[in-house]
């Protein structure tokens, strides 16, 4: 079959998107063989799936293994097997291909006006490359841009109190911060990362580092910038980090990445620090602007957990760069917190995440099976059916609390206690159908017309940036009844003095309900209870870092709703990403 006809056959299939027939067919009319033309649609493809590359060494696995999208709506019929076999020629033919062709450009001088190029055995679309050498660059730039600062162990003594427990961990990451322009912090959650952010600031400014008005704090979504804000303001107020001279006129404002990008003339380009929380969620693209809009000058400090999911977007940007503190430049950038301040010792939830981590299935599930102290829980959700059955027992837990705010939505609590996430989106176990299911239960309740959109007690989450409103995607709100008596929504994380966020629904930018989250959605949130839904166990969307990711948001309790099955694949399915960042920073 040729390379065209194979293409048509897998956009048909619906293993190809339209873009990526178009990108090869376009390439097909500059010049470019067929089979190259195929290797870029894969290259394509495989971006849509979070990779920055496409690597050859693993390029001769059927296309349909390659850029496989698990958690689609797919409306077409099962691909022909002849389709499913289709593959890319074998490495050392494609290589010699690609080399020869004038769409391709090599890595050492990539040519501008050639849309792929060629590093290695990496195929990379033009942009991804260029955004992954910048990236490299610049944070080898700041990792090796040191001084040694005089009576450092005194200044890093002053940032604790007499009570405090002085980990090495802790000291380690404050010398980094008053010694090299790159500081990584990467920890679990309850490890203390917001607290150290707090004292890294603090010990700037006490050793003349960094004006306290050219401190900049941000993070990826709206919800991890008004947590970290939150917890750094509070510890800033408290010995004795309040009682170094000027710490008061650093306004703890955290902004999100995008908006701080916004306002690069006015506040980003005159920073000396920029503290950025939830790191792992940053994808390739968005950091390599955000470290190429920074002052040559300025200090980045970089805070996250690495055993978490990666960014929707492609790249495993915070990963790369904590695997690449293990040699090379970076290796004294980098710090790992180990000691869990939120979880005891033998808590479960403790158990559970490191069994995760750990890669050990048969440890993680003997965990939830055991649930002896109440913090975990193995659930059973044989089918769809018990799916159903579970939606409905949900939506009458918001029933009830939906008639708590609307009886006085001055004293009740935005959300019901216990909060649901799903691996997926789409499909019979996705959030797109429990929170159509829960919204018919609601109508049938009584709790909403099918004509009344903003009822009391609908769940929003925003899905688009919005300056007018200062909305940020990802920002969770509530619709409550207000004065006027016409609907206000109410965003609890942007309440600021006492006095409620509230936004009119004429005026909200793109948003939906959300009474279940997919767990990407949940990144940087905590919840007292959690429910965890996998799905299907053979599904490639639950992986180790999902599941790490979904069981960490939970402060007290979580229930796994799965059989054992579905646990043990998922802890022993990891994120594998394309990516030659961790490369390019050794």
């Known amino acids: 079959m040729r ?39 894969v290259t394509s493809a495989v971006h849509r799936g979070g990779h920055t590359c496409l690597d050859l060494r693993s390029a001769s696995r059927p ?77 080898v730039a700041l990792a090796t841009d040191s001084e040694p600062i005089p009576g450092v162990e005194r200044a890093i003594a002053r940032m604790f109190d007499e009570r405090e427990d002085r980990t090495p961990e802790a000291v380690a990451a404050l010398r980094t911060a008053l010694e090299h322009r790159l500081c990584i912090v990467t920890g679990g959650p309850g490890t203390g990362k917001t607290t150290l952010a707090a004292k890294l600031i603090a010990v700037l400014v006490a050793e003349g580092l960094a004006d306290p008005r050219r401190i900049g704090l941000a993070a990826p979504t709206g919800k991890a910038a008004s947590r970290i804000q939150e917890s750094v303001r509070g510890k800033l107020a408290q010995p004795p980090l309040a009682d170094v001279p000027g710490i008061r006129e650093f306004p703890a404002e955290a902004w999100t990445i995008h908006r701080l990008l916004a306002s690069r003339t006015s506040r980003l380009s005159r920073l000396d620090a920029l503290v950025v929380d939830e790191c792992s969620m940053a994808d390739l693209k968005l950091m390599d602007r955000l470290a190429t809009a920074l002052p040559p000058r300025c200090r980045l400090i970089l805070l996250g957990d690495a055993n978490q999911l990666a960014s929707v977007e492609p790249g495993s940007v915070f990963s790369d760069l904590c695997r690449a503190g293990e040699a090379g430049p970076l290796v004294r950038s980098v710090t790992t917190l180990r000691k869990n301040y939120r979880f005891a010792e033998h808590s479960a939830i403790g158990r559970l995440a490191r069994s995760i981590v750990a890669g050990d299935a048969a440890g993680a599930a003997a965990v939830l099976r055991r649930g002896s102290d109440a913090e975990t829980r193995l659930g059973p959700l044989a089918d769809e059916d018990a799916f159903d059955r579970f939606a409905e027992k949900c939506a009458e837990t918001w029933a009830e609390h939906m008639a708590r705010l609307e009886a006085d939505p001055e004293a009740a609590d935005p959300f019901p206690s216990e909060r649901v996430l799903c691996s997926h989106r789409r499909g019979p176990f996705g959030t797109q159908r429990f929170n159509r299911l829960v919204e018919r239960r609601l109508a049938r309740m009584g709790r909403r017309s099918h004509r009344e959109e903003f009822y009391v007690g609908r769940p929003i989450i925003v899905s688009r940036n919005d300056r ?54 949940a990144q940087g949130s905590e919840y007292d209870d959690l429910v965890f839904i996998p799905g299907d166990a053979a599904s490639r969307v639950n992986t180790r870092e999902l599941f790490y990711t979904a069981v960490t948001r939970a402060r007290k309790r979580v229930t796994v709703m799965a059989n054992e099955d579905a646990v043990r694949a998922a802890v022993m399915r990891t994120t594998s990403r394309s990516t030659g960042l961790l490369d390019r920073l050794r």
């Open 3 to 41: 390379a065209h006809a194979r293409i048509t056959a897998l956009t048909d299939a619906g293993i190809l998107a339209e873009i990526d027939r178009c990108f090869a067919l376009l390439l097909m009319h500059l010049g470019s063989s067929e089979d190259a033309a195929l290797a870029a649609a």
């Open 468 to 521: 007018q409103t200062n909305l940020s995607n990802g920002d969770t709100g509530v619709v409550v009844p207000a004065g006027s008596g016409r609907p206000q929504v109410w965003f609890p994380d942007l309440d600021r003095g006492g006095e409620r966020y509230l936004v009119s629904p004429a005026r909200l930018p793109q948003h939906e309900s959300f009474f279940a989250l997919t767990v990407h959605r």
């Open 63 to 139: 296309i349909a293994e390659l850029v496989e999208q698990p958690d689609t709506d797919r409306s077409v019929e099962a691909p022909d097997p002849e389709v499913l076999e289709i593959a890319l020629p074998r490495q050392d033919t494609l290589l010699e291909t690609l080399l020869g062709s004038p769409v391709v450009a090599a890595g050492e001088s990539p040519d501008a006006e050639r849309p792929l190029v060629l590093d290695r055995d990496r195929l990379y679309l033009h942009r991804l490359f260029d955004a992954e050498c910048r990236l490299a660059e610049r944070l």
